[in-house]
């Protein structure tokens, strides 16, 4: 394990304890004082939570798997927002804003078609080494990431049939999760492991899903904005993997500390949010309204159902991942990396495959907050960076490296900063976060769930 | 190092100008291109011009020195340089402001209309106190969670210049910040400023180099490379920490004085996070450990602003936004093939 | 079994009583008590992971010890702060060669050199008593054409005896060597050994750990024999040498 701390404290428990004993007779004052309005800061630090989750959960799984600070990870919310931005802004803002830049547009089209020929390689190489040769498999690789960067350029150009476009792909994706699913259950109930039947049926079902779901989106203009979600996050990971692949691999093979991965990443940073600016300017922009933006009074204090929705996808995210890491061959394959890179590369796990999807789902769930957050409030250029380190916060407030401490640490935060701008006020949240944090890292630095 | 070290033929003799160059010697290059770069520049836009660039290169260039203190010598990368700027800025603009805020209809403050160079003292004192109880906190931290809290002392600082409205009128920002007086003397010029930005810019460079030339320097340089080392032969490594970590916060305020005084006028906008983070890609473009590499770090990204002009079909708005994306491609660039810098002594 | 030596300040340099190092829940030391005699060469053997640079780390003071003492001239100490350690008589290396890695070969040696103050440092530029002095550690390790070259591109062997060097040109009393002799080369060993007996020869006192056995009986005067943080046998070195546990322990392996 690293250690991340220069020293700890043992006097830390004593103060931590007491610290806590504080921020509990304080909350219980608050509540007895003002139940209704304590109700209302409840819900508000549960939205704002489930977005910090969401962030901490990404973040801890790349940090934990590669071991530097990846600031694009900031720039990854910021794509992901002003992408359904760029794709939805004529709904947002009344029909009167439409982006549309054709040098944006070749530039997306650009990374998804490097993106999908890499894996595409990835994928096919190894079964058909012998019977392609090498330059036939850069045709077809080649032929297939063209295929990929025109389609993604049509998604991105014309916006306002993305469900035409997008519908399909959709379609196909809930098909396979259908087929693979009732697959997965047929051979439980049969208890046949592949079996012949189970690959048919499920197949069979799994097409019939995907052409009736591909027809109900595409028939369905209403979906619009959550294809766009759809391909916002795709766009954020597909952006991230290319990073990782492009300049990371290369980049730690050289690094002697992961500061340079840090600083690196902190270029990229800059980079995208200044270009972010300049395609869109700096002021903040609203996303279309999404279901439920009224707000409901549930025991004295309103919440949007909105913000329901984001908690359940925070929640939804969790259970994902956590499947994911713990129960697949995926998951354990990035655990070892996280413990020792060196060590899994020789026991032959294709290291570079695994921390490229590591770095897509991270990606992927900073789009997620980024979106879930801009539809909440509004999203600006510069957006990333904050989110980014409020997302840094959460994970070393869970305890940096564990997946239940991002959940956690996330909602913790969440709570803490919205109850703490109740006397104080809310310009002061980030204050009040980072001096969690420093408290944190001086007293506690190991988190409330340190890493095993 | 050997690409640092100016090859030696085989006789030992270092070849001449041409050879070096013509062998890529990315240090020499990299002032030839700038030197090329300032004159072309001179000619380009008239002396006028160019005597306000150079007070912003002043400027940046006492931050970037101040920094690589930190950053270069010592190891510590730090993105909280901004919150120290800032407060040198807001000493000297609150002590000196003559504003009657009260006939204005906004948040008002008490003048007290100090001189300058009464203020500054105040400015470069409360700086260096501030850093002392925060170095005291973040002395324990190192590397990326080192980043991390430094980042959280920029924000912090700037939602207090922004939040703290009795003392900092928020965003309505503090107006009529004084020239310096020297004697009867008021440097109201853009020259004369200019002059005394450069003066400051020299003292801030000399004292530099004093520290760093000294055995305390050459302790830093031990802690950067390894603190248990280093205290094992008998230095009392957090000592030290925070003595170069203060000394760097007080010469960052004086950029901070510099700044308001020239300026006139302050809000928080020109102390976010952003401003912190450029001026760490300043220090690392220029090159860690070294102080005319800051200065060549500065002089570049203020040139740079002037060379993006030239960029066809941008407006002039987003020269600012170009700026930030050549300066975070070529972080990305040293990072690959020169994580030192362009003259840098330190390899991150 | 194991026998405690009278422990009087004339005839040890540095000694520890009862040290005790917990590391999360493995037990590193356990109530240690060794001590090392003045002006000779101890020699510290034990199995991999039996604490032997714990206790160096404490000696030092790089490590704070959870219970226990360490004793330097007859005075007993709670804590050590490593930066007392040059004025207590105590220098050492390290096991994983911990230069400074980016700053060249004479200010590696210069540093140790130079005013340890804060406040007259910053106004010590280098003099030339102690350029002397590292001019003439480094010729004594044969490294002064290196003088310039950086840390870092030095070979192994080079970085190790750099090392050395580096605690030598602190002229104290104690000089405690974590595996000086590991990875080196013959030609390189001989000359680790060359300044191990010159120091013994300039009556300082020595602690080194070895794997090496006949280093072990060529150089030592003293053996300390260590099994899981805790002291298996202590004594001269033929006595100990011949004690049928140690065999067994150890040696027999
Ligand atoms: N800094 C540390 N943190 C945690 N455990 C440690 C640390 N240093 C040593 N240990 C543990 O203490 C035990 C003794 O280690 P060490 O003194 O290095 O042994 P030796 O030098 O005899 O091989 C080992 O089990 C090692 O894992
Ligand atoms: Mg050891």
Known sequence: ??????????????????????????????????????????????????????????????????????????????????????????????????VQNPVVNVLFAAVVAGVVAWALYEILWPRLRGRVSQRGMYGIVAAAGAAAGVYSGLVFTYTDNIHLLFGPVAGLAIGVIVALGVREALQRLTGDEGGRVAAYVSAAVGMAVAVVAAALIAGTPETKLYLSWAVSCLLAGCVGLGIYRGLYVTLRQRARSPLVMLVASMGILLAISAAITIVFESAPRPLPDAFGSRPLEIAGGNIKGFNFFTVGV???????????????????????????????????????????????????????????????????????????????????????????????????????EQFGIWDLAGEWKDVISFVVLILFLSFWPKGLLPRK | MATNTPETTEEGRRPGLIPRLANGNVELWANLIVLVWVIAFVLWQGVGFAITIG?????????????????????????????????????????????????????????????????????????????????????????????????????????????????????????????????????????????????????????????????????????????QAASVFGYQVTHYKLAIWVISAMMAAVAGGLFSSWTSFIDPNSFILLESILLVSIVILGGLATIWGSLLGAMTFVLLEEGMRFIPFLPDVYVGQARQVVLGVMLVLLMLFRPQGLLGRYRL | MTQVPARDAEHYALGTVGVSKNFGGVQALHRLSISIPKGQITCVIGPNGSGKS????????????????????????????????????????????????????????????????????????????????????????????????????????????????????????????????????????????????????????????????????????????????????????????????????????
């Open chain 1, 1 to 98: 394990m690293r250690r991340l701390i220069a020293s700890g404290s043992r006097q830390g428990n004593i103060l931590a304890i007491a610290l806590a004993t504080l921020v509990v007779a304080y909350l219980a004052w608050k509540v007895t004082e003002s139940p209704s309005q304590s109700v209302q800061f409840a819900f508000n630090g549960l939205s704002v939570g489930a977005v910090y989750a969401l962030l901490a959960m990404g973040f801890t799984l790349v940090y934990s798997t590669v071991w530097f600070f990846d600031l694009y990870y900031g720039a990854a919310a910021a794509i992901g927002a002003y992408s359904v931005f760029y794709l939805r802004s004529k709904e947002a803002i009344g029909g009167l804003y439409q």
């Open chain 2, 55 to 227: 007070t912003v290169f002043a400027i940046w260039a006492i931050l970037a020195v101040s920094l690589n203190l930190v950053i270069g010598f010592t190891g510590l990368l730090s993105v909280a340089h901004i919150g120290f700027f800032g407060i040198g800025a807001y000493s000297v603009a609150i002590l000196t402001s003559k504003t009657d805020y009260s006939l204005l209809r906004t948040e008002g403050i008490p003048t007290y209309e100090l001189p300058f160079f009464a203020a500054l003292p105040v400015g470069i004192a409360l700086a260096g106190l501030t850093a002392l109880v925060v170095g005291v906190v973040f002395n324990r931290f190192r590397d990326d969670v080192f980043v991390l809290v430094s980042f959280g002392f920029a924000i912090i600082s700037f939602n207090l210049f922004l939040n703290a409205r009795a003392i900092t009128r928020g965003a309505f920002g503090i107006h009529d910040v004084a020239r310096p007086v020297i004697g009867t003397r008021v440097l109201d010029g853009e020259l004369e400023f200019l002059v005394m930005a450069l003066v400051c810019l020299a003292l801030v460079s000399a004292l530099a180099w004093f520290i760093v030339t000294s055995s305390f320097g050459r302790v830093l340089t031990a802690i950067r490379e390894d603190e």
């Open chain 1, 314 to 416: 925070s929640l939804v995210g969790f259970a994902g991942l956590l499947w994911l890491l713990q129960r697949t061959s995926f998951g354990r394959s990035v655990r070892a990396i996280g413990d020792d890179e060196d060590v899994s590369k020789v026991v032959g796990i294709n290291t570079t495959v695994v921390i490229a999807i590591v770095f897509f789902i991270g990606a992927v769930f900073a789009a997620m907050a980024g979106i879930l957050s801009g539809h909440d409030t509004a999203i600006q250029p510069r957006m990333g960076l904050l989110l980014l380190l409020k997302g840094w916060i959460a994970s070393v407030v869970g305890g940096i490296g564990n997946l239940y401490g991002a959940l956690v640490g996330g909602f913790a935060l969440g709570m803490v």
């Open chain 3, 54 to 253: 714990t206790l160096i780390n404490i000696l030092s003071g790089v490590l704070p010890m959870d219970s226990g003492m360490v004793i330097v001239d007859g005075v007993g100490l709670r804590t050590v702060h490593p930066y007392e350690t040059p004025d207590l008589g105590i220098t050492r290396t390290f096991q994983d060669v911990r230069l400074f890695n980016q700053i060249s070969v004479m200010d590696n040696i210069m540093v140790v050199l130079t005013e340890r103050k804060l406040w007259p440092s910053l106004f010590q530029r280098s003099k030339s008593e102690h350029r002397q002095r590292a001019e003439q550690v480094l010729r004594d390790v044969g490294m002064w054409d290196k003088r310039d070259a950086m840390a870092e591109d030095l070979s192994y062997g080079q970085r190790k005896l750099l090392e050395m060097a580096r605690a030598m040109a602190l002229d104290v009393n104690i000089y405690l060597f974590d595996e000086p002799f590991a990875g080196l080369f013959p030609q390189m060993l001989v000359r680790v050994k060359d300044i191990l007996k010159q120091l013994r020869a300039r009556e300082k006192s020595i602690l080194f750990i070895s794997h090496n056995m006949e280093i072990v009986r060529e150089l030592s005067d003293h053996l300390i024999v260590m099994d899981s943080g805790e002291l298996l046998v202590e004594g001269d070195v033929d006595e100990v040498l011949a004690k049928q546990e140690v065999i067994e322990a150890y040696l027999g392996a």
